[in-house]
């Protein structure tokens, strides 16, 4: 996304600025395109019920946290079941902290699921209970750390770094 610069107008209260609710929604998208988050659908398919089988991963020097929901299921059968897995990195970069909850059977439990830090990914595993090819669909919101350019500079329109505005109840705002 593209940084959005504040109109403020040529003269103070000459009425060609944004006005205070539209300059504000604009601050909000450049803080928002700062932290780069990304809702991706997956499709993984695992084959017999060999332990640890990977059906995600993502480096582990950029993933901060995401939610995870993933729905498995039994392609010749009706067995499926649903689970919602939240995650967090910890901060040396080494161990992934997760919970899964809000889970749902249809049928016989086709799968368990892990987290883990392996080979620079986080990663989530299935081991599956069914001797099948089984398929997990997986919808994620992930949280990237120093995915976008850090520092990006906010600027009013015509203005230079440290200018001060004032706002019409004379609150100043200084950019920096």
Known sequence: MAQEIINIGTLPNDGEGDPL???????????????????????????????NQVIWQTPVSEFAQGKFQIRSGNPSNNDSQNIT??????????????TGYATTINGNAIATYDMDVSAG????????????EIQHFIASSVSYIDVTDISL????????????????????????
Not at 124 to 130: D, K
Not at 165 to 173: A, C, K, P
Request: cysteine-free; charged content about 10%; overall charge negative.
């Open 85 to 98: 897995i939240s995650a967090q990195i910890l901060n040396n970069l080494t161990q992934v902290k997760w």
């Open 21 to 51: 609710r539209v300059a504000f929604g604009k601050i909000n998208n450049n803080f928002s395109n700062l932290f780069a988050t990304a809702t991706n659908t997956l499709e993984s398919i695992t084959i017999g019920t060999s332990a």
């Open 153 to 176: 500079l906010l600027e009013l329109d015509g203005f230079v770094a440290n200018s001060i505005m004032s706002t019409e109840s004379n609150i100043n705002i200084t950019t920096e």
């Open 121 to 132: 990914n986080v990663r989530i595993l299935t081991t599956p209970l069914a001797n099948a």
